[in-house]
């Protein structure tokens, strides 16, 4: 018996040592990977025989990689540190197409770089699921652009990845789950009094497990439910319909004025 608790102990202690997985480790599916190079190296006319280089690997370390002469970093690289990746690329003179999360992708550097926007969902190795957009400093005219024939490649490409088939779940009204409310507790209020709901963990003749728990409530509050929902349906679509007015200031209307201007110049 003291020797299983010192091999527990053990298997903790290691533990401890073992890298682990952050929201910077979205490792890229291969079929993604290329089809995003492939278009980088079209629209930016990367020469076939131009190096191809990805520095961000498990252990790696992009500021002491070997980079080739003329190479072009296409990678994904750790989101949180992406500011730092940018600049020691740019100062460095090394040209590079990189992944991006989209909701902050024009948080630093944003003037001198070209933006890929596509609105694409991309599916890691790790299942992590992220709004994924591009940002080089490969040469281009653009501050940003769109890309509707790239948002396309990602798509066919991640659909080519294994999807696990789940049963689709239709759990009786009076089957109340945390995923179930949590659909509706931002925006309605609902409650059940103790006196009419019973704790279950299985459902049905099959014992169908429900994963973290559930409660069998009366019908009465199982009515009370299904109107809950179409509340919170409503009132998320009223949220979506309502949006904010903002008017620009004297300053900003002086920067637009000057935008303008130059391209007048240039026109």
Known sequence: ????????????????????????????????????????????????DRPIVRPFYPGG?????????GCVVIDNPPFSILAKIKRFYLERGIHFFLFAPSLTLFSSRVEELTHILTNSIITYENGAKVNTAFVTNLPSPNVFMTAPDLAQLIKEADAQRPKAELPALDFPANVITSARLNKIASLVSFEVPRTEARFVRTIGTA?????????????????????????????????????????????????VADLDKQRGILS
């Open 1 to 48: 018996m003291k020797k299983t608790n010192k091999l527990n102990d053990y298997d903790t202690f290691v533990e401890k040592f073992k890298p682990k997985r952050t929201t910077d480790d979205c490792y890229t599916p291969p079929a993604v990977y290329e089809a995003i190079k492939g278009w980088a190296m079209k629209e930016f006319n990367i020469a076939p």
């Open 61 to 69: 370390d992009f500021e002491h990689y070997n980079y080739p002469q």
């Open 207 to 255: 014992r169908k497990g429900l994963y973290g728990g559930g409660l069998l409530i009366s019908s009465a509050r199982a009515a009370q439910a299904a109107q809950a929902a179409k509340t919170a349906q409503a009132a998320k679509t009223a949220q979506a319909a309502k949006t904010a007015k903002y008017e620009l200031t004297p300053e900003e209307q002086a920067i």
